[in-house]
């Protein structure tokens, strides 16, 4: 077979090298054989990776899938540190048999890549949603309370109830759902991450818009967080009516005095039992 006949099929075509195939490869003695050879064990070998990967992901949700729970939804945010926009929660129940590859921690990805897989869980999803708390809203409450209605609200609007929630770090004292609160969820849940990006994914379109009604500040870019040319911006300029005025720097820029001197504590009472 023509060297370019095997990489049409086996390394640009992504088909299945069968073995009586490879075995003759291996005593192929053209260097161009070889190399289809060698990137066909190499995708292979990632892709054994990325499945182990995945399946590691899953350890959350397949612990309870093994206990009966079935539908199991990742909730999460995105805009918490921004200095204006909103805040933005994502939530999402997805198929237990939904292996995504390339999901990731929605920080980690790059924008091509969030939005591609945003629009496959979109697309593959039981069901998803998304919610948020407007800036009135962070300014009133704090932005861990604003945090916490958002992924209350984007809950809420899921078409189907979950029985259980997967959030990272939090619990929604509100709902009457079995929730496991986990650090650093984004990254260790499948279904968290998912949500995660179809909120980052929201936001920053959302952010991008709001770059062509507020001129100048670069929302586009930097999406309202605190970067230099943000502070640039805020200094000159002054503030613009989606800006977080209990965030010290708009103030600053506004010539406030600072308040909420803890923007991101949480609400009082405990918030170890499970609901």
Known sequence: MPVAELRARFVDGDRALPEELEAALERDERAGAREVLRLVRKRRQENRAEGQRLRHLLRYERELWERGVVLVAGVDEAGMAPLAGPVVAGACILPRDYRPRGIDDSKQLDRKERER?????????VCWA?????VDEIDGLNIYRAGLLALDRAVRA????????LIDARKLQELRIPQTPI?????LSLTIAA???????????LMAEMDGVHPGYGFARHKGYPTAEHFDALKRLG??????????PVREALGL??????????????????I
């Not at 897989?117 to 999803?125: C, G, P, Q, S, T």
């Not at 005095?257 to 499970?274: H, Y």
């Open 117 to 125: 897989l945003a629009e496959d869980i979109r697309r593959n999803a």
């Open 130 to 134: 998304t919610a948020r708390a407007e």
């Open 158 to 165: 899921l078409s189907v109830r979950p029985d259980h929630l």
């Open 183 to 187: 650090i650093h969820g984004d990254a």
């Open 195 to 205: 949500a995660s990006i179809l909120a980052k994914t929201v936001r920053d379109a």
């Open 239 to 248: 503030a613009c009516p989606i800006h977080r005025r209990s965030f010290q």
């Open 257 to 274: 005095v600072p308040v909420q001197a803890e923007l991101f504590a949480a609400p009082p009472g405990p918030e170890e039992s499970e």
